[in-house]
Each structure stands twice: as structure tokens, then as C-alpha cells.
């Protein structure tokens, strides 16, 4: 049987194209339901209040830095949405005088934006790199930095920033999860060629390394709402990604769910995906039920309700 046209743009795969059943059965998770999801390889985590989401998402920053050493080199790689825990990594350096260049710490970041086939500066006002310095590098004391020549982002050589990962052990590649259900920026992919009627199948999705990729228009509008008030315009419609290979290189993948980035609805569907072993590219995240060590991490007052409430 044909899989359905999208809903949300019918020229690209998503979670629209899913099986109904499934999505009908990710629609009636509860709280109980959703932490019952958990299973060996998956685990399912929930946080009463902000601080202490932000505060355990920070942690893991320390916790990967505090396990590098100049013979065995590690670090963490880290999102940029959400970006609340970045200020608190850097207070936490500072307060515990953690030496990052004597550690020989390293970081990650995941994803930055191309425009005209390149990408930005980070004198771009989107600019991860940039986001990443001002809200938490440049706020740590300077006899603390990380060596700028271990701050790895895909810009520039994309084929140094793959190389970083056999050379340094990712402890913990964090992300967020969008509302095209992706980490970083593997979106679902568009639906052409050999891909017009089903989309890559999940070892196929999975060769995929850091790369350029073209945004589904999912992406676009929900990056203007988040960060940039709502003006499409600013929002450029390509980007370098981390991919799926460098992503099965970290010890640990760690999703954060603040509740904003995402709807109640995709809250639910990624891990119901995952706990059961239902990888399907159309949902990027739901790969990472093969990965065998993944994280998620809920606010609870994020979590909200899926159902009919008129506005």
C-alpha cells in the first residue's frame, strides 16, 4: 500500500506519511505510559522544575570534560535549541575552577547554517558558533577556556570536523528534537527520485556523515519562530549538519525536551519509535533505536496533553 502525501509538505517525507495506527497509539500517551516506554538502551527521564532540567543538561558538560585527559581525549557535543544550560556550563566551570585546557577538553557543536553554499560567519545573527561563544565560552574565566583548537564546528573543512571524532571519544552528543522530529539537522529527506515513493530506509539513512543538507520548510518556519521572532526571511534554508555516522561514535545520545521546541504530539511519537524499535527515516529521531545508549529528558510541565482545546 502507498504511504500517505504529507500533510505538512507534501513535496518531502514526515511524520504525516506513518501508519495511523501508530500515530493514533503515540497520541493517547499519558505521563505513566510515557515513562513505562523506557527499556534497556533507553532510558526515559522526567525533571519537576527548570532549574533542574537545565542544571542536569549542564552537568553532562562537566561530567564529559572531568573523564578527558591529554592521553585520552574527550568531550561533548551540543545543541544549539535548547541553549538555556549554556551560561549554567560556564558558572559551573568557573565555580569548580574546572581547567578545561589542562583536562585537554574538547566540544562539538552540531550544526551551522550555509548560505550560498557556505557557511556563515559568526558575525551571522543566527550563527550557532557564535551562540555558543557568547552564551558559554567567553563567559569562562580565560585561564579556564577550552584551546580555541579544541572547539570543533562543521564549518569550513567538513572533512576535518568528521575526522575529530576517531581521533577524541564523544562522550555525550546532546540535542534537541525539532518539530520535523530530527536531531541537529537530519530532516526527513525530500520525495524525488529514488526516494518519491518511500523514503531512505534506515541503514541507508544511517551512512549518512556530516554534511550540507537542504531544510524541509518544517525546519525553517520553526527555527523563525524560535529564534527569530517569527521572520522566515532571516532564516537561511540550508545548513551543515552533524550526521548519523558521527552520531553512532558517542558513547551516549542525550534529548532534552523543555516542551517548546516540539509539540505534546512529537513528544510522545519519538520515544513510543524508539521503545519499540520502529525506525522509520521519515521521523530522523526514531533511528536512534538502533543506537545503544539513548537518553531522553523531559520537563514535565513540557510534557502537556494531546488532545482537542480550542484557541
Known amino acids: 500500500m502507498a504511504r500517505p502525501i504529507s500533510k505538512l509538505a507534501p513535496d518531502w517525507w514526515d511524520y504525516t506519511t506513518l501508519d495511523p495506527y501508530l500515530l493514533s497509539e503515540a497520541a493517547s500517551i499519558d505521563e505513566k505510559k510515557l515513562r513505562g ?95 555558543d561563544k557568547d552564551l558559554c565560552f567567553n563567559r569562562v574565566e580565560k585561564h579556564l577556556r577550552i584551546p580555541e583548537r579544541n572547539l570543533h564546528f562543521p564549518t569550513g573543512d567538513l572533512g576535518a570536523y568528521k575526522k575529530s571524532y576517531d581521533g577524541i571519544r564523544c562522550v555525550v552528543m546532546q540535542g534537541g528534537q525539532g518539530e520535523i522530529k530530527h536531531w541537529a539537522f537530519n530532516d526527513p529527506v525530500e520525495r524525488s527520485g529514488k526516494h518519491k515513493d518511500a523514503p531512505p530506509s534506515p541503514s541507508e539513512y544511517r551512512k549518512l556523515a556530516t554534511r550540507k543538507v537542504k531544510l524541509h520548510p518544517v525546519t525553517i518556519t520553526q527555527n523563525a519562530r524560535t529564534s527569530g521572532g517569527g521572520n522566515v526571511a532571516l532564516v537561511p534554508t540550508h545548513a551543515a549538519t552533524v550526521g548519523p555516522v558521527e552520531t553512532w561514535k558517542a558513547d551516549r545520545v542525550s534529548i532534552w525536551h523543555p516542551g517548546h521546541h516540539d ?39 513540557g510534557l502537556g496533553r494531546v488532545e482537542v482545546e480550542m484557541h
Open 37 to 131: 516506554l523506557s527499556r534497556p538502551g533507553f532510558k526515559i527521564h522526567f525533571y519537576d522544575t527548570v532549574q533542574e532540567f537545565y542544571a542536569a543538561e549542564a552537568l553532562e558538560y562537566i561530567e564529559a570534560w572531568r573523564s578527558s585527559t591529554p592521553d585520552n581525549p574527550a568531550g561533548i557535543c551540543g545543541p544549539i535549541g535548547p541553549t538555556e544550560q549554556l551560561p549554567i556550563v560556564a558558572q559551573m566551570v568557573n565555580a569548580l575552577g574546572l581547567n578545561l585546557q589542562k583536562h585537554d577538553a574538547h566540544f562539538w557543536g552540531m550544526d551551522e547554517w550555509v548560505i550560498d553554499g557556505k557557511t556563515v560567519e559568526t558575525g551571522h545573527p543566527l550563527s550557532f558558533a557564535k551562540a
Open 263 to 301: 509539540n505534546p504530539f512529537g513528544l510522545r511519537l519519538t520515544a513510543l519509535m524508539i521503545s519499540k524499535q520502529v525506525p522509520d527515516s521519515s521521523v530522523p529521531m526514531s533511528l536512534l533505536a538502533d543506537h545503544p545508549d539513548v537518553h531522553f529528558h523531559y520537563l514535565r510541565s
